[in-house]
């Protein structure tokens, strides 16, 4: 099992809908989760981070987490075109003081 | 802009060539990275420094050599590369290691082995 995992899509939402991207996580005591960004060609960009049960909202972002479910999900809403990108989940597991990235979900906005 | 700055951002070198990237911080951060991304696979962690002392290596082969001279820079020296190390590489930098610190990445170094 990886430690770390999302589908890899691609994932395709019209503009204007809601985006959900899903990541799962093997290890049950890991306590920080992020969720970055990454546009064809370019570097891992941090969207945003949680370590708490339940919903975080910034902007157009919310990040949700059920530690119990080993899960962890991002939500767009209001889908624009140039959220278009690869969005990678990482978590840093109890046994590492760094990121475990997974594969990342190829997301598509169309217009 | 990030406050990571890699050099250089994209580089051809041969199997026999030695070469270094740089990583250059301003963010005042004490933690600093070495991912690797290569095509269709999760990014990979090379190494990690923690007040200029390395905390890990994850069993990267020796013709990789990273050097932390100071908290604000690092770099990853190459030599004697094969046509499969070519990949993104990517610096990063945190405040530390605590559990709750965010990563900030580089624009990364696209390098080719020919």
């Known amino acids: 099992q990886k430690e770390v995992e999302q589908n890899s899509g691609p994932l395709s939402v019209p503009e204007g809908a809601i985006a959900s991207l899903n990541c799962t996580y093997s290890d049950r005591v890991s306590q920080s989760f992020f969720w970055y960004r990454q546009y064809s060609g370019k570097s891992p960009e941090l969207i945003m981070s949680i370590y708490s049960n339940g919903d975080k909202e910034d902007g157009r972002f919310t990040a949700q987490l059920n530690k119990a479910s080993q899960y962890v999900s991002l939500l767009i809403r209001d889908s624009q075109p140039s959220d278009s990108a690869t969005y990678l989940c990482?978590?840093?597991?109890?046994?590492?003081?760094?990121?475990?990235f997974g594969s990342g979900t190829q997301l598509t906005v169309l217009p | 802009e990030t406050g990571v700055t890699q050099t250089p951002r994209h580089l051809v070198m041969g199997m026999t060539n030695k070469k270094s990237l740089k990583c250059e911080q301003h963010?005042?951060?004490?933690?600093m990275y070495w991912y690797k991304q290569s095509a269709k696979k999760p990014l990979e962690l090379m190494f990690v420094?923690?007040?200029?002392?390395?905390?890990e290596n994850n069993s990267v082969p020796s013709r990789f050599s990273p050097e932390c001279p100071n908290s604000s820079h690092l770099f990853l020296h190459l030599h004697t590369l094969q046509p499969e190390d070519s990949a993104l590489y990517l610096c990063?930098?945190?405040?530390?290691?605590?559990?709750?610190?965010?990563?900030?990445f580089g624009q990364g170094t696209r390098l080719t082995v020919v």
């Open positions: 990482a978590v840093k597991l109890s046994s590492a003081r760094q990121l475990t």
């Open positions: 963010l005042g951060h004490n933690a």
């Open positions: 420094y923690n007040f200029k002392e390395q905390t």
């Open positions: 990063a930098s945190s405040q530390d290691n605590a559990w709750d610190t965010e990563a900030f």
